[in-house]
């Protein structure tokens, strides 16, 4: 078996993993690496969203974006204007045709290799790595590919849903809004909602969101999409043009910046899934830029996964959603309610300060908190 040579070598052709090689090219030092991405599966090719107050690396991709949003909750629907942020949509298929067919294409540095990985080695030059039909031997490794270990933490929640991409027969969306919740709809003791990005007045995605301790089958996602389109577009015929369905884990890992081989780790192998919201394309995107300019540098690499106070922020909320989901809809709504949008947003980013978090508690329901300190305290 003859063994290649490389600098680089990207494990995972997924989020992570095409946004690394994205961000590697554009360092005049590191267009020289050989640089090689490994791969076996195919990616789920699923909505990316994210917020931002500046242009992304990949804003080329974004095919629409809302500067308002809206919740409902119990008894009122807010909207608001959420700028300097945005909330960007990219089509998951328009994602990894680019690198595809434009971008991979054009880097001469890059090899493409569709191989399971059967062995990852580290040595006192780097690592050996091995598929049934490949050997490469890398300086540096870094890795999105392993196994889920969802069940082996103490809270874990799927967040799971299926959407429908929607053409109605007349004009009922406003496609400057985009529903980031409304709970409307019956909880039967999960939290449950319904997520809605208009992308003109007659076409959206509408989409039906759990958190809840297991997924469904697709049956339960129609029902609830069947009654809340004859509930909130009554006598408008729609077709539906394509479907998107999949699950993330939501839990309390304390995840690690290596591998057990010493390999670097990236994506939801890193923690950059954020725990109580499923969202990650926009936290990968900062993981992978501060990756490159270490490696460009020949600095210290940071780790971007939620830690601290917003670690414990996190383990406090999924307690409450895994042991009380009745709680979620009154939390949600509270805290939309309550709090200024924009404000939301940098705190699920991670950007507000003490004062500022403390401000959001004192307008959640505090006694399930309270209750969930001392249930974890006592474990």
Known sequence: MKEEHIDIAVLGGGCAGLQLIHQ???HPLLQHKRVALLSDAVPQQRTWCFWSQHKHPLQGLVSKSWSKVSFRGNGFTKTECILPFQYHYINGESFFNYFEHDFIPQQSNLTQVTAAITSLK???NGFDIQSAQFKWSAKSVFSSIGTSTHNQHRHALWQHFKGWFLKMDAPVFDDTIATLMDFSIPQNNDVRFIYILPFSAQEALVEAT????ATYEDASYDRILDQY???NYPGVNYHIERTE???ISMNDARFSRFGTEGEVLIGTNAGMVKPTTGYAFHRISKDVKEIARSINDGTELKWNATKGRFRFYDRLLLGILSDTPHLGK???SRLFSKVPLQTVL???DEETSLWEELKIFIQLP???FIKQIFKQALR
Do not use: C, D, H, T
């Open 24 to 26: 590697l090219a554009k």
């Open 122 to 124: 580290s040595n006192e």
């Open 210 to 213: 759990f958190f809840s301790a």
């Open 229 to 231: 389109m004859a509930e």
């Open 245 to 247: 369905k999949g699950q």
């Open 330 to 332: 009154v939390i949600f």
């Open 346 to 348: 940098r705190f699920l």
């Open 366 to 368: 505090y006694l399930p």
